[in-house]
């Protein structure tokens, strides 16, 4: 018996390269192994991101592969908040609203945040962020779990969409000619081929590594500690999201309920290793000393500082707002302490010829903007829209001009976004005076032009 691959080899010498390519890429197309779409990676990001494109009237008849290295997610919300949360803008709230997330969140759980007030111990500079109409949020703090779990009800339900866990791949072949169909290799040997290949699959990504892009990353040298904290007092206040600036990184408190909050303490990666081991009583101290402590404060930028605020008092642009106290922390709830690794990093491309990047594969940020999967849920919205037009317009979904218009467009809002937070990070990891007194008094001003508040708040939007 003659074995299939020698007939297949008879075969493609007796056609021309090209025709052999279209007839490879036509037995495939009817192989179960074939997908349109291919999402690597079902984090937050590829797990919505395959949602969302599954859920296109323009795209519901292209079959959609998800796949994920880690075991099928059977999180199930609990009365215990999970330690991992993020700040939400209101562009990710409408696009959960739109594929269905936000019904399962709401119906557990989530904060609303009604101001952000961020403000700088080395002076007396502040800034706070609240919507023109004081019932509208300005974010959302949600568990990262309660995303993946709301993700996990919807995709189970869409017949184009196919989830395989437990399947991490191992390489990715990517097309070099026009008709080339791009391969997915795992670490058990399956593979899979698709049109389009998306890379979600986070920092140390397979596919941008296949794509052979350039990539500029570097670690801060931070880690950023998360914990669960239990508030000295319960209150129906708890709707701001609190950041301080102290010498050693940002430390910012997001409200949970009436009487907890979330913690993200970016600091040395030294610090954070003798906080991870304190009991937590001591941890405690240590966090509201942080937070209260009377940092010394030099002179010129106290001086400066009350100068700037009577100029702006007579321009009738005080921003002399009445700075308002963070809760007290009493206690930190077992176990709830964990510590991340933070560090920047832009793909110079987003995409090749049949991939493309979305979210932290593509760009990683400081999180002391609450901007990083915001970014990536931006992405989402914007390779929705052009793959969809692509399509109802006839158009290949691996057509390179298509893809171009994605990079193009989320590159012009991602990286002014980064570059803005990569400075705030350096700003405020200094006590040398003339940056204390720059960053100040740029603070102040920010914090009274309301057109240029309002100009920040949009550009964090999308
Ligand atoms: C302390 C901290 C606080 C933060 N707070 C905020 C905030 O308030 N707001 C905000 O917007 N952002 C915040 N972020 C950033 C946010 O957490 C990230 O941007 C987000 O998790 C990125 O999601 P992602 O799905 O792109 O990547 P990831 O979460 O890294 O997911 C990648 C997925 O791909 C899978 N994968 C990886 N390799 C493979 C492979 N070879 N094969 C198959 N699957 C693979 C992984 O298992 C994973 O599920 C914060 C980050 C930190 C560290």
């Known amino acids: 018996m003659i074995k299939t691959h020698v ?5 493609r010498q007796s056609l021309s390269k090209s025709a052999y390519r279209r007839f490879a890429t036509s037995t495939a197309l009817n192989s179960e192994n074939h997908y349109d779409i291919i999402v690597a990676g079902g984090g937050m990001v590829g797990s919505t991101l395959a949602c969302t494109l599954s859920k296109n009237p323009k795209l519901s008849n292209r079959k959609i592969l998800l796949l994920e290295a880690s075991k099928d997610f059977n999180w199930k919300p609990t009365e215990k908040y999970s330690n991992r949360v993020v700040a939400l803008n209101l562009n990710t709230r409408k696009l959960f609203e739109r594929i269905g997330f936000w019904k399962h969140i709401e119906s557990v759980r989530y ?10 111990a080395l002076s007396e500079s502040m800034i706070t962020f609240d919507s023109s109409n004081d019932t509208e949020e300005v974010a959302y703090i949600v568990e990262n779990s309660l995303i993946l779990y709301a993700a996990s009800i919807e995709n189970k339900s869409l017949h184009n969409l196919n989830i395989i866990n437990e399947a991490r791949i191992k390489s990715c072949n990517l097309a070099i000619h026009e008709d080339d169909e791009i391969r997915v290799e795992l670490e058990n040997g399956t593979s899979y081929t698709c049109e389009l290949l998306l890379g979600c699959d986070g920092v140390s990504s397979k596919v941008r590594e296949a794509m052979g892009v350039q990539y500029v990353g570097w670690n801060y040298k931070q880690m950023g500690l998360v914990a669960t904290l239990n508030l000295s007092e319960d209150t129906e206040e708890n709707t701001i999201a609190w950041q301080r600036y102290i010498p050693t990184g940002t430390i910012a408190l997001l409200p949970l309920n009436t009487k907890q909050s979330s913690l993200v303490w970016c600091n040395t990666k030294d610090n954070i290793q003798k906080l991870l081991k304190l009991p937590p009583e001591q941890f405690v101290d240590e966090l509201n000393s942080a937070l209260w402590k009377q940092y010394e404060r030099n002179d010129i930028v106290n001086q400066a500082t009350k100068f700037l605020n009577n100029i702006l008092r007579t321009l009738d642009a005080s921003s002399n707002i009445m700075q308002q106290l963070p809760p007290n922390i009493c206690s930190i709830e077992q176990s709830s302490r964990a510590a991340f690794p933070l560090g920047f990093g832009h793909s110079a491309n987003y995409i090749r010829k049949g991939a493309a990047l979305v979210g932290d594969a593509a760009h990683r940020v400081h999180p002391l903007g609450g901007q990083g999967v915001n970014l990536g849920f931006g ?7 052009i793959l969809g037009n692509a399509v109802y317009s006839g158009r290949k979904l691996n057509n390179l001009l298509d893809l171009r218009k994605y990079e193009t467009a989320r590159q012009r809002h991602n990286v002014p976004t980064m570059l803005a937070l990569d400075g705030l990070q350096k700003l405020y990891t200094t006590d040398f005076t003339p940056v204390v007194l720059l960053r100040s008094l740029g603070l102040q001003i920010t914090h009274a032009l309301t057109p240029v508040k309002r100009a920040i708040i949009e550009q964090a939007s999308h």
Do not use: G, H, R, T
């Not at 007939?7 to 075969?11: C, H, P, Q, R, S």
């Not at 904060?111 to 700088?120: R, T």
């Not at 992405?379 to 829209?385: A, F």
């Open 111 to 120: 904060s609303p945040v009604y101001k952000i007030q961020a403000w700088d």
């Open 7 to 11: 007939l297949n080899a008879i075969f």
């Open 379 to 385: 992405d989402i919205c914007c390779l929705d829209e």
